[in-house]
C-alpha cells in the first residue's frame, strides 16, 4: 500500500503589481520579438530536420539489431545503449515540446508527436499530467511530483529526514541510473492505479481510453525492444536482456541529471505556501529563484538537449519551442538587469552538477536550511538610497 503522495492544499501565486510588471514586461518583448521577426513560436525548419535526424537514426539503429547485423556480445550491448541514447534524444527534443503543445499551432501534430512518449516507453498523457504538475509549482514541497520520491532522496528540507540521506550523495548516480527502467516498468501504472492526486490536480479519473493505450503501448515497447529480439536474434537470451537493461542505465543518468541540475543546486530556493495556499510571487520570479540554465552558449549541447539545458524561459514560457531559447534568454536576461532580478546560470554544466551534489549533501543532513525566497521578494519595496 503507498502513502498518498501530494498534498491537499490547492496552491496559487499571489503577485503584487510591481512583481506583475515585471512579467508583462518581459511578455511584452517576447512577443515583439517573434512579431518583429515575422516568426512562429513553433517549431521551425531546424526542428523539422531535428525530427526526421532522430526517425532515422532510430530506425536505422533499431534494423541493425533486428536482422541480427550485430550479435557480437559487446556490438550488441553498444547498439542497444545507442538506441537507448536516441531515445532520450526524441524525449528531450521531440516529446518534450510536443507535450507542452509547442511543437505545432495545430492540436493533432501535438498529440501526434507527443506519443513519441509511449514509443520510448512512457506515457503521453501522464507525462503531460505530471510534468504540468512539476511546472506550474516548481521547487514547491507537496505539489511538484518531481522532488517525491518515496522518501528515496531528500530533494527539499520539508522532505522528512531519514538516516539513509545521510549517503544520498554517494547513492545518487546509481539510482538515477535505474530510473529509467524503473519509469518504462513500474512508474506509469504506480500513477495510473494507485495515485488519486498529481501534485494539483486532486481526485483524478483517468479515461478508460487512456488504460488502453497506457497497456498496449507498453506491450509495444517490451515486444519491438525485447521479445522480438528474444524471438529473431541469434544471441543468447542471457545476452539480450542483459543488452535491453543496459540501454536504460547510462542514458537513465545522463536524462536524470540533465533535468536534476536545473532546478536542485546550490543557489536554489525552496518557497512554501501559507496557510490559505498562497505562495507571495509571480510565477516568473518563482521560476527565477528556483530554476537555473547551464551551458547556454553551447550550440551543439543545446542542440543535442533540446534546450533543456535553457531551462528559466522554459518554465516561463512553456509553450515556446526550445529552438527560440536562445534568443529568448537574451530577453530575459534584459529585463531582469533592468528590474535588478538575478538570472541564475552555469557556463559549464560540471558547474551545474557540483552545485547540484553540494544541494543533495547540504540536504543530508537533518537541521539543513534553504531560504524560502531570493531577491525578488524585495521588488516591490521602496530600494533605500
Ligand atoms: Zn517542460
Not at 131 to 154: C, K, P, Q, S
Not at 210 to 233: D, M, N, R, T
Amino acid at each position: 500500500m503507498f502513502n498518498k503522495m501530494t498534498s491537499d492544499k490547492r496552491v496559487r501565486f499571489k503577485s503584487s503589481p510591481r512583481k506583475s510588471e515585471f512579467f508583462l514586461t518581459l511578455r511584452k518583448r517576447v512577443d515583439a520579438y517573434f512579431e518583429d521577426n515575422n516568426i512562429t513560436p513553433y517549431a521551425n525548419t531546424e526542428m523539422v530536420i531535428k525530427t526526421i535526424v532522430a526517425i532515422v537514426s532510430w530506425v536505422a539503429t533499431y534494423a541493425l539489431i533486428i536482422t541480427d547485423t550485430v550479435s557480437e556480445p559487446i556490438p550488441l550491448i553498444l547498439t542497444f545503449l545507442a538506441l537507448g541514447f536516441i531515445n532520450i534524444f526524441i524525449a528531450f527534443n521531440i516529446m518534450h515540446d510536443a507535450t507542452h503543445d509547442a511543437y505545432s499551432s495545430k492540436q493533432w501534430i501535438n498529440d501526434l508527436l507527443g506519443y513519441s512518449m509511449n514509443f520510448v516507453g512512457g506515457n503521453q498523457y501522464l507525462f503531460r499530467r505530471m510534468h504540468g504538475a512539476h511546472h506550474g509549482y516548481v521547487n514547491i514541497h507537496g505539489i511538484d511530483v518531481t522532488l517525491e520520491t518515496h522518501g528515496m532522496f531528500r530533494f527539499t528540507p520539508a522532505e522528512p529526514w531519514l538516516p539513509k540521506h545521510k549517503y544520498q550523495h554517494i547513492y545518487t548516480p546509481i539510482l538515477y541510473s535505474l530510473a529509467m527502467i524503473h519509469w518504462v516498468t513500474f512508474k506509469d501504472f504506480k500513477w495510473f492505479f494507485m495515485e488519486a492526486n498529481i501534485g494539483n490536480q486532486k481526485k483524478l479519473n483517468h479515461p478508460l481510453r487512456e488504460y488502453v493505450i497506457l497497456i498496449v503501448s507498453k506491450l509495444f515497447y517490451f515486444g519491438a525492444l525485447l521479445a522480438l529480439p528474444l524471438y529473431l536474434l541469434s544471441a543468447p537470451a542471457w545476452l539480450i536482456i542483459l543488452a535491453f537493461i543496459n540501454m536504460h542505465l547510462l542514458p537513465s543518468l545522463v536524462f536524470a541529471l540533465i533535468f536534476q541540475v536545473t532546478h536542485v543546486y546550490d543557489g536554489t530556493h525552496y518557497p512554501l505556501p501559507d496557510d490559505k495556499g498562497n505562495i507571495e510571487n509571480n510565477y516568473a520570479l518563482h521560476v527565477l529563484e528556483t530554476t537555473a540554465d547551464f551551458a547556454r552558449q553551447s550550440k551543439i549541447g543545446s542542440w543535442l538537449m533540446g534546450g533543456i539545458n535553457i531551462h528559466v524561459v522554459h518554465h516561463i514560457f512553456p509553450r515556446v519551442c526550445h529552438v527560440h531559447y536562445p534568443a529568448i534568454t537574451k530577453i530575459l536576461i534584459e529585463v531582469a538587469e533592468e528590474y535588478g532580478v538575478e538570472y541564475q546560470e552555469n557556463e559549464t554544466f560540471t558547474e551545474a552538477l557540483v552545485k547540484h551534489m553540494s544541494m543533495l549533501k547540504h540536504l543530508s543532513k537533518p537541521d539543513a536550511t534553504v531560504p524560502q525566497y531570493g531577491p525578488s521578494q524585495y521588488l516591490d519595496q521602496p530600494v533605500s538610497v
